[in-house]
């Protein structure tokens, strides 16, 4: 059965901490794995990536993704309040293109 | 910026009938998808559509579901006989093609009585 396992579950900081969020997976015919972050209601696209070792960064946040060990990382540095929601990682697989496996995701929260 | 936008954004009915979620999808995408998101619970891929066909469902989409693109700017998923279980979050997500990223709609709440 395809699994998408991200932790922590829960995550609390103050603001200007540096945040490690991390994803792993066991997919059939493995595609992509995306970064979402759902605030009040639906998730809003972050990142894609497919290639092993690229780092994809847009302003405070990265990631990357390491194939060997079926893992992804999200970074999120100088953190604001704003950054509080619930981070999703998606991974595509099964020979189906955008069926994708969600984690349960992880609970961030900033605090001032 | 183009989005996908959802209504109604909250329904709710009663159990045993009818409800259609409607969807537009971002204008040039072919690719269109739902997903469920029961509260405190993964979200979950339902279906997924192209070419004005099911391209995939999962075992959660059976005869109750069906989905439709009655016209060249709408997709809806209509859930027959609803059940208490049937609460959720639907979201609807499109994909310019099928190897690129997903947007999603704000959702649509469903609650069942």
């Known amino acids: 059965e395809d699994k998408v396992v991200q932790s922590p579950l829960s995550l609390v900081v103050h603001e200007g901490d540096t945040v490690t969020l991390n994803c792993s997976y066991e997919?059939?015919?493995?595609?992509?794995l995306l970064w979402y972050k759902q605030e009040k209601k639906a998730p809003t696209f972050l990142f894609m990536l497919?290639?092993?070792?690229i780092e994809k960064k847009s302003g405070r946040l990265s990631s990357i993704l390491d194939k060997k060990e079926l893992s992804s990382i999200l970074n999120i540095t100088a953190t604001q309040t704003g950054d509080s929601a619930i981070y999703l990682c998606?991974?595509?697989?099964?020979?189906?293109?955008?069926?994708?496996?969600f984690g349960s995701g992880t609970k961030l929260n900033v605090k001032p | 910026e183009p989005e996908v936008t959802q209504t109604p954004s909250h329904q709710v009915t009663q159990m045993g009938q009818e409800v259609i979620l409607r969807c537009v999808p971002i204008?040039?995408?072919?690719?269109f998808y739902w997903y469920r998101q029961i509260l405190g619970q993964k979200v979950e891929f339902l279906v997924s559509?192209?070419?004005?066909?099911?391209?995939?469902k999962s075992e959660i989409f059976d005869d109750q579901f069906s989905v439709e693109r009655p016209d060249g700017s709408n997709f809806t998923l209509k859930i027959r006989s609803t059940k208490l279980e049937d609460s959720a979050m639907y979201f609807c997500?499109?994909?310019?093609?099928?190897?690129?990223?997903?947007?999603f709609g704000q959702g649509t709440r469903l609650t069942v009585v």
């Open positions: 997500a499109s994909s310019k093609t099928g190897k690129t990223e997903a947007f």
């Open positions: 497919t290639s092993s070792g």
């Open positions: 997919v059939t015919n493995f595609r992509s």
């Open positions: 559509f192209y070419n004005n066909e099911i391209s995939e």
């Open positions: 204008s040039n995408h072919l690719y």
């Open positions: 998606a991974v595509e697989g099964s020979g189906n293109f955008n069926k994708f496996y």
